[in-house]
């Protein structure tokens, strides 16, 4: 219960912005209250709390279903009633329909909500649900199989006058159709699942060697992700943004669209980063997409909310990419920005309601910005799974200065990050009254975001929200590869950083030691990441300063820095430092200071000299093995013991969190030993296998 408050908390301000909306403009929901007594939601995690959220609202009971591993899950535990469906699988919990469907049968569900992945765009699901008498909270069967198939939904698109990508509408059949479509394009191309979404089933190749590679992975993808392996090809448009359109749609011939939302910043065709609106389109255009994306929608009797994504050039052309026939991940900045709750309007819809809104009614007010916080290396993009010992979300108490703070999440301090699902920790969304205030907030709310545990991306997050051209809005897709060639090599810590660090974290050492005031003047030797400065601490009367190279620096602290492990301090007299206190030893703290994980070692100089004297442990060499970068199951294994293998060429395959990852040869030589099989789960930097 006390979880759930926690959750709306964070949701008070957007909500009540909603409601006001509703109230100005007269929605018709006012005279029609009657609504589902019942909904079983068909999804874990954020999603499914998301949806619960609105449901509690609206006075509509929930039905959680959860498989063997998310038996204590949030979701669960928010829901009236919860069901369990099968094991950890997916396949074998969540996409299995028949036991989804028994579920909503024996609770008496009258709808079923399919939130977004898994069954939210699985027409036969939408069938079963029909033929049990259930109501799909989502558009008409017919709606989900034109639009969810990619090769289809081009050829509607093209007839419904909606711009479209130059491509092979048909289905590739295999590798050497693959080249030649390809090369009858003209490089470089995109090889997608024609049934795909979420960044799965997706490659670029620049050349024949590539499409190869690109259709055997996209393939097996499309498979495991979808149960569909069918591929098609299309040109990829270079350096372009990400651009989509929201609209909503019922079954009295009226469709709106709620503005766009900018997805530009990605990670292997994933969003990372949105936000709403795009700084770069102008209202025409904005109007031109949206008239479009209606038409695509009326083309199919489009019934719910719905998303069309499109791809924009750098001279504002947009060009159709798919329709996701679901409620979008990013959903929440286009309910900031609009006061629209998509949710309500789904399940108004599905009982047989008008839309509440007009297209006059919506206008644009404000800007939300919404980062995925994944649990994930920032680095190398790959997943990381265990237990979240310490979870804490921001909020708007450490804002003051924004309209609102969201994080959708389904998670609490104790819960899990498995293999098993997709690895989102949580979405979240601050808004404001303009992109640069919406920026700042979320640069904030990292800061005071404390997730440990695990690793997570917020070091990456953090650096692309204070990144010179995303501030000014010069991005496209190709933006991390570009800003980060050589990959995100963590945040950095320059002569600023450092000028905040420093006063910091010895202030807080030293308050750790002592407790309580004590006057005197200290020295410490401060070492973070090998760099070592002399600090001097000066306390008298309670009052703290720090002096070192130079200068001197007044100190103040919250007094929860003791025993929070958000810790706050003020330097100066007004600039603001928040800082997260993780792990203590007496010597060495393990901080995250500006989102970034560190340790820092303080020590007496007495202490430091007889540290100085310690032997250094050698590192222990693997330059003669192949580990697993992520945790995983291992899916493929490329070569056998006693073969030559070239350096980069594909060894095994791992498959982590729905995505298939090529492992490579690190170097040319001969396999010695493959210390896994096929079906083996994995941890990370785990041995697969070992040169001579």
């Known amino acids: 219960y006390n979880e759930y408050k926690s959750y709306l908390s964070t949701m008070t301000r957007v909500a009540l912005l909603h409601r006001l909306h509703r109230s100005l403009h007269g929605a018709a929901a006012a005279a029609n209250t009657k609504n589902f007594d019942k909904v079983l939601i068909a999804n874990r995690g954020e999603i499914a709390c998301r949806v619960m959220k609105t449901c509690r609202s609206l006075g509509i009971k929930t039905v959680a279903v959860h498989s063997d591993a998310d038996d204590r899950a949030l979701h669960v535990r928010m829901a009236d009633e919860a069901v369990c469906v099968g094991p950890a699988p997916s396949s074998q919990s969540y996409l299995d329909m028949e036991a989804i469907v028994k579920a909503a049968v024996s609770t008496g569900a009258q709808a079923v909500h399919p939130g977004y992945g898994f069954l939210s765009e699985n027409c036969r699901f939408a069938e079963l649900l029909e033929a049990n008498s259930i109501a799909f909270i989502g558009p008409k069967e017919h709606a989900i199989q034109a639009m969810g198939d990619k090769i289809e939904s081009k050829i509607i698109a093209r007839r419904a006058g909606v711009n479209c990508i130059p491509g092979y509408d048909g289905v590739v059949a295999d590798e050497t159709e693959a080249i030649r479509i390809a090369n009858d394009i003209g490089y470089p191309v995109m090889i997608k699942a024609s049934a795909g979404g979420g960044g799965k089933g997706m490659r670029i190749a620049w050349n024949d060697d590539e499409v190869i590679e690109g259709f055997k992975l996209s393939k097996e993808e499309a498979a495991s992700s979808f149960g569909d392996d069918r591929l098609l090809i299309e040109k990829f448009i270079d350096n372009p943004r990400h651009i989509e359109i929201q609209i909503l749609a019922d079954s009295f011939g009226n469709c709106i669209y709620l503005n766009e939302r900018e997805c530009s910043i990605q990670r292997r065709n994933q969003k990372v980063v949105e936000e709403a609106p795009s700084s770069f389109i102008t209202p025409e255009v904005r109007e031109a997409m949206g008239k479009q994306a209606c038409q695509l929608a009326r083309a199919v009797n489009y019934q719910s909310a719905g998303t069309v994504e499109f791809l924009v050039d750098s001279q504002m052309n947009f060009y159709f990419l798919e329709m996701n026939t679901r409620l979008q991940v990013e959903h929440p900045i286009t309910e900031c920005i609009t006061g629209v709750d998509l949710v309500e309007e789904m399940l108004r819809v599905a009982y047989g309601y008008p839309l509440s809104y007009t297209q006059d009614d919506i206008g644009i007010k404000g800007w939300a910005v919404e980062c995925r916080v994944y649990a994930e290396d920032p680095i190398r993009y790959l997943p990381s799974i265990g237990l979240l010992t310490k979870y804490i979300e921001p909020s708007t108490t450490d804002n003051t200065d924004t309209l609102g703070i969201r994080c959708d999440s389904g998670i609490v301090e104790g819960s899990s990050i498995s293999i098993h699902y997709d690895p989102m920790i949580s979405k979240l969304v601050t808004y404001g009254p303009d992109r640069d205030n919406a920026i700042d907030a979320m640069v904030r709310a990292l800061d005071n975001y404390v997730i440990d545990g695990i690793t997570h991306n917020t070091p990456l997050l953090r650096e692309v929200l204070n990144n010179k051209k995303f501030r000014t809005g010069d991005i496209s897709t190709k933006f991390l590869e570009e800003e980060y060639p050589g990959g995100f090599g963590g945040g950095d810590l ?199």
């Open 494 to 692: 320059g002569p600023e950083e450092r000028s905040r660090l420093l006063p910091t974290i010895t202030t807080l050492h030293h308050l750790k030691q002592h407790r309580t005031p004590v006057d005197g003047t200290f020295t410490y030797v401060v070492d973070v990441e090998g760099t070592r400065t002399t600090v001097t601490l000066i306390s008298q009367n309670g009052n703290i300063s720090i002096q070192y190279e130079g200068s001197t620096v007044p100190m103040d602290h919250d007094d929860s820095v003791l025993y929070h492990p958000r810790c706050r301090f003020t330097l100066d007299g007004n600039r603001e430092v928040t800082l997260q206190h993780l792990e203590f030893n007496g010597v060495q703290h393990v901080i995250r200071f500006e989102s970034s994980k560190r340790k820092v070692q303080i020590l007496t100089p007495l202490q430091q000299t007889f540290m100085d004297l310690m032997p250094v442990q050698a590192a222990e060499d693997t330059s003669n093995l192949l580990l697993s970068p992520m945790p995983g199951s291992v899916s493929a294994i490329s070569v056998a013991e006693g073969d030559e293998v070239l350096e980069g060429s594909e060894v095994a395959v791992v498959v982590a969190m729905k995505m298939n990852n090529s492992l490579k040869a690190p170097k040319s030589g001969k396999i010695k030993k493959i210390h896994v099989s096929v079906g083996d789960v994995v941890d990370g930097d785990q041995k697969i296998l070992e040169f001579e």
